[in-house]
């Protein structure tokens, strides 16, 4: 009886020790909805969230690297594959303590949560690391504190459409853009949805 | 000859006259003058109630004894951790733009959404809008009533 017992602590144990290995492999993502690639931007990283804000003007050449082709940036958050961005106007694209400074704001909300507004509702991402974030400054229209649904103050950066022509480097970072606005629609809670008939 | 010169005189000092009588109504809440487009910002439970003087210039005062639920509009730049250099740009709200003294507008704190720093391409210059939630004036009520109609009366001004 005593060792049939023992059994189910031995499975347990060993499922207890199996988890931890796997979870110890996998890179940490926020949740099943992440599915962004590793950005470089003149060989620095960037945040990947920064793919929604670059003006196809500052952009000198984008390429796109498979999962197996960004391993030489290493195993962890290149799972989505990497995507490489030099650019023509580096001046004219600022991190995220440059956007605060320009857009007059305190030293004190550099601590608020940042979140990127890019179109209508529920359309909004934030950063998985907001000091890496970038942005063209052609492609910011706003900045503020708000709450939107939520308890606390966020810092809101609302994104400015700009018609641009469909060359090949163009339609390359609008597919990028599109995927950051599938996971957006992903995220948002069932019942906030709008059904459009 | 005479009657169309008559007509035209009698529609100039008309015209004068109202214009006038428009920039005359000064709006006060207590003792401080503010700008009248702060009627659009006012939770009504902050007012205790309004009061309209008529003498030479029409005087409207909001008398509230919860000030410090009022925010001038460097308090509010303040709270929205804005700094002391956007004091100086153009100021739009959700339902006037271009506000002519923007240091004198003043907000129950309820009733702004959000202050954003927008941000203008291609003349590459900033403005600050301020942006209000859903009014929820009980129009039933002798403060709501009377707010309304003092916005009304702003809408036409413009």
């Known amino acids: 009886m005593i060792m049939k017992g023992m059994r189910y602590y031995v499975v347990l144990l060993m499922l207890f020790f199996a988890h931890g290995v796997c979870s110890a492999q996998t890179p940490t993502l926020p949740d099943t909805n992440y599915r962004r690639p590793y950005l470089l931007i003149d060989g620095k990283r960037a945040d990947p969230l920064s793919l929604m804000v670059l003006d196809k003007e500052d952009i000198r050449s984008l390429v796109v690297l498979s999962p197996e082709q960004a391993l030489k940036y290493g195993k962890e958050n290149t799972r989505f594959g990497a995507v490489e961005i030099t650019t023509l106007h580096p001046k004219e694209i600022l991190n995220f303590k440059q956007l605060l400074k320009f857009f007059l704001f305190k030293k004190e909300a550099a601590k608020l949560s940042f979140v990127v507004y890019f179109g209508f509702s529920d359309d909004f991402l934030s950063p998985l690391d907001k000091e890496l974030f970038m942005a063209s400054l052609s492609k910011v229209q706003s900045m503020y504190m708000g709450k939107h649904y939520e308890k606390d103050f966020k810092l809101f950066l609302s994104k400015r459409y700009i018609d641009e022509s469909k060359t090949k480097k163009n339609v390359l970072l609008d597919s990028l853009v599109q995927s950051l606005g599938m996971e957006a629609r992903r995220r948002v809670p069932k019942d906030r949805e709008i059904i459009i008939r | 000859m005479k009657g169309l010169f008559f007509i035209v005189t009698i529609v100039i000092f008309a015209g004068a006259t109202s214009a006038s009588a428009q920039s005359a109504t000064k709006y006060f809440i207590n003792n401080r003058e503010i700008a009248p487009e702060s009627v659009f910002y006012f939770n009504q439970n902050d007012i205790d109630s309004i009061r309209q003087f008529v003498d030479t210039d029409t005087n409207v005062v909001f008398y509230t004894h919860r000030p410090e ?90």
């Not at chain 2, 739009?92 to 702004?112: C, G, H």
């Open chain 2, 69 to 158: 639920k009022i925010l001038s509009y460097h308090q509010l730049l303040d709270l929205h951790l804005i700094n002391k250099s956007a004091r100086n740009l153009q100021v739009d709200l959700s339902e006037a733009t271009n506000i002519k003294s923007p240091e004198k507008l003043v907000f129950s704190v309820d009733r702004v959404l959000y202050v954003s720093i927008i941000y203008r391409r291609p003349v590459n210059t900033k403005s600050v809008w301020i942006a209000s939630t859903y009014e929820s004036w009980d129009q039933k009520s002798e403060k709501g009533s009377l707010l309304s109609k003092l916005r009304r009366r702003f809408n036409n001004l413009k």
